[in-house]
């Protein structure tokens, strides 16, 4: 058990997130660092190393490593219909206020990871019937993950919570409509994600690259500091139509931000709020 | 027992963790310490992932102490007790805040004891009293390692007392755990330690 004492100290994630940022050009200086010392350790653990020195030897010399570092950097652990009652809300309010004005609905999953808030929301909006009236943006930083969510097929073992989920979400029919089994997986039937586009996009450098009427990016920025997630908000502020929606995660909280008043809440128990000013 | 443990008001903060059988004795203590006890506790308490409410008002009905779901990045103030949601891990961060992860599960939990035991210890280092109580899996035991290997205080609830003891055995089995105590003996010195910081 020795090398769980393998600690690391700040001084080590420091030097590493600057070799980052100046050899890749990546800034996670301003990620939460409890998780991210623990997604280090994690790594060591993985490819057999001893130190955060012998990690960025390898990042530095390796051709390809820096990918496969982000990759397993990444939490990519989400679920199906992940908080049911928000996914009631969204079915029964925000949704329906969005097509009040409006004949078609765009959608931006920010950090979609493996593509379980997707297929959620190709759901949801199959079972409204206005499915072919969406354009469905998901973007997430890890170009390994897009491709899985892209493949949208999950092991069976998975699909039990998901059905739970969705069995809370109350929906129309049962989860299995929507998939086929083949072999130990649950592969998502391709109609229902045809209004889907993946792009690679890191919201802590990337540009804002479009608007939208609604906005989730659920448990994404729980990862980030607070000065980091003040940035990330007025990137995602700029990529919302005034009076478009976003969604954080049910403990996430824009409060301390600088621009928290541009929105109101809808609805504070399910964390979605609206953008009011520009 | 505890007039025996030698006291001091070096501590920063209490993290107490527990699963099947846990809860009890947590009202317990909660309802028994003054509303004056001026550390932090971080509790982290095995829980159903899709009851998000419920918890805090349980374990408030008898506490003169405040008990709160914190949002992620809230900061940590004296006084206050904090407890782990549900589906999310909780740890503290530098800074004097508390963060919270939806990271793969451990020990089958979320939350889970060790991510809020080891993450306490790495921000308080010897300054950091945990508690483990009664439970049914190991979660928890690498935690208190942790606080061990930081020179914090580490206390697991009495083997024969508890409910279901998997849990303070899996700690004691790995570390040389400082004190083995009764919920009475944890209550008594939890009063002690507030005394000491009352004077």
Redesign the interface.
């Known amino acids: 058990?020795s090398y769980?004492?393998g600690?690391i100290e700040?001084t080590e994630l420091r030097k590493l997130t600057t070799f980052i940022q100046e050899k890749f050009d990546y800034n996670f200086k301003d990620y939460?660092?409890?998780?991210f010392?623990?997604r280090i350790k994690r790594m060591l653990d993985l490819y057999k190393l001893q130190t955060v020195d012998e990690l960025i030897h390898i990042l530095n010399t390796k051709e390809g490593f820096f990918e496969e570092f982000v990759s397993e950097l990444t939490?990519n652990?989400?679920e199906m219909f992940?908080d049911?009652t928000f996914w009631r809300v969204l079915r029964e309010h925000i949704i329906p206020n969005i097509m009040l004005n409006h004949n078609k609905i765009s959608i931006w999953h920010a950090g979609c990871s493996s593509g379980e808030e997707i297929v959620s929301m190709s759901i949801v909006l199959d079972e409204m019937g206005i499915l072919d009236k969406a354009k469905i943006v998901a973007t997430d930083i890890d170009r390994s993950i897009i491709a899985k969510a892209k493949e949208a097929r999950y092991p069976l073992k998975h699909m039990e919570v998901n059905r739970?989920?969705y069995l809370?979400y109350q929906g129309k029919y049962s989860l299995e409509k929507y998939y086929t089994e083949v072999g130990s997986e649950a592969v998502i039937n391709k109609a229902l994600l045809e209004n889907v586009s993946y792009r690679k996009h890191d919201l802590v450098q990337g540009s804002v690259f479009s608007k939208f009427d609604l906005v989730l990016c659920r448990?994404v920025?729980?990862?980030f500091?607070?000065t980091l997630?003040n940035q990330v908000l007025h990137r995602l502020h700029e990529s919302l139509f005034k009076y478009g929606y976003l969604v954080i995660?049910?403990?996430?909280?824009l409060i301390?931000c600088d621009i928290a008043h541009k929105f109101i809440v809808v609805n504070n128990e399910e964390k979605i709020y609206k953008k009011i000013k520009d | 027992m505890v007039k025996e443990i030698h006291l001091t008001n070096k501590y920063k903060a209490v993290v107490i963790g527990g699963s099947a059988g846990s809860f009890q004795p947590m009202v317990q203590i909660l309802s028994s310490i003054p509303r004056e006890f001026p550390l932090p506790i971080f509790l982290c308490l095995h829980r159903l992932k899709h009851v998000r409410h419920g918890f805090v008002e349980a374990l408030s009905i008898k506490s003169q102490k405040d008990i709160i779901e914190p949002m992620d990045k809230e900061s940590i103030k004296k006084g206050v007790v904090y407890l782990a949601p549900a589906n999310y891990h909780m740890a503290v961060e530098l800074g004097n805040s508390v963060s919270l992860n939806t990271e793969e599960l451990i020990n089958n939990s979320r939350p889970a004891i060790d991510i809020t035991f080891e993450s306490a210890a790495y921000v308080y280092r010897d300054k950091l009293i945990g508690i483990l109580l009664s439970g049914a899996n190991k979660d928890g035991a690498v935690g208190m390692q942790k606080i061990k290997y930081r020179k914090g205080l580490t206390i697991i609830q009495d083997i024969e007392e508890s409910m279901i003891n998997a849990m303070p055995l899996a700690a004691k089995n790995i570390v040389e755990i400082d004190y083995e105590l009764k919920v009475d003996e944890i209550i008594a010195f939890l009063l002690k330690l507030n005394k000491i910081y009352q004077q």
């Open positions: 058990m769980t004492m600690e700040i939460a660092m409890s998780s010392r623990r939490v652990v989400t992940r049911p739970k989920n809370r448990n920025m729980i990862y500091n607070q997630q995660g049910s403990k996430e909280s301390w």
